[in-house]
């Protein structure tokens, strides 16, 4: 069956540094992937999309790799904020562009 | 970018009642819509695709009985609980796309239910 595997133990990072997020997926050929920030209690807001043909995405400080050989996908926060504090999940999806399958997500904390 | 909102944000229930969460799509029209499950610390799990003017598509092991999707129009999709139970209990999220692939799905703020 199809899995993704996010870290489940919180990401702890001071301040100004890069954070990075790892997705891991097996039994599963996704045509894209798209990364979501979650704050408690909300629903997600989407951040950035890449495609199985692409092997890198940035927007602001935000980089997401994709390496469908090794099916994972890298997501970097640089010079992070307290306010980056959240729960980002990954998701896949098929070529459809329409179900999405999403990963159980890690916690960011970010201290000043 | 497109808003979709959800309502209620909360809502506390007897058990054996029904409740209606609705989610519309603010500023765009949304032939598809998503309706997924959340337990704390957990994945969203896809429970039902709801198409405006057919049937619902559930995923393998939900209730369609119930769980009852109604997507009357191109803007509006509901998701009624029904004879609900302490099991029920959680939060309860809806999305949609827009037409242009390169951005992801848009989601509502998401209702957490709680079955007393």
């Known amino acids: 069956s199809q899995k993704i595997e996010q870290n489940s133990e919180a990401l702890n990072i001071q301040e100004g540094k890069t954070a990075t997020l790892t997705c891991n997926y097996t039994?599963?050929?996704?045509?894209?992937l798209q990364w979501y920030r979650q704050d408690p209690g909300r629903g997600p807001v989407f951040l950035l999309l890449?495609?199985?043909?692409?092997k890198e995405k940035r927007k602001e400080r935000l980089k997401v790799t994709f390496d469908t050989t090794l099916k994972q996908s890298l997501f970097h926060i640089t010079a992070s904020q307290p306010a980056d504090s959240a729960t980002y999940l990954c998701a896949l999806g098929d070529t459809g562009f329409q179900k999405l399958v999403f990963g159980t997500g890690t916690r960011l904390l970010v201290s000043p | 970018g497109a808003v979709v909102s959800q309502h209620p944000s909360r809502v506390i229930c007897k058990s054996g009642t029904s409740v209606k969460i609705e989610c519309r799509s603010l500023d765009f029209q949304a032939t598809t819509m998503f309706w997924y499950r959340q337990f704390p610390k957990k994945s969203l799990m896809l429970m039902a695709t709801s198409n405006e003017g057919s049937k619902a598509t559930y995923e393998q092991g939900v209730e369609k009985d119930k769980f009852l999707i109604n997507h009357a129009s191109l803007t509006l999709s509901t998701l009624t609980v029904t004879s609900a139970h302490p099991e029920d209990s959680s939060f309860y999220i809806c999305?949609?796309?827009?037409?242009?692939?390169?951005?992801?799905?848009?989601f509502g703020q998401g209702t957490r239910l709680t079955v007393v």
């Open positions: 039994n599963y050929s996704p045509a894209y």
């Open positions: 999305s949609a796309r827009v037409s242009d692939r390169a951005v992801g799905a848009f």
């Open positions: 890449i495609r199985e043909n692409e």
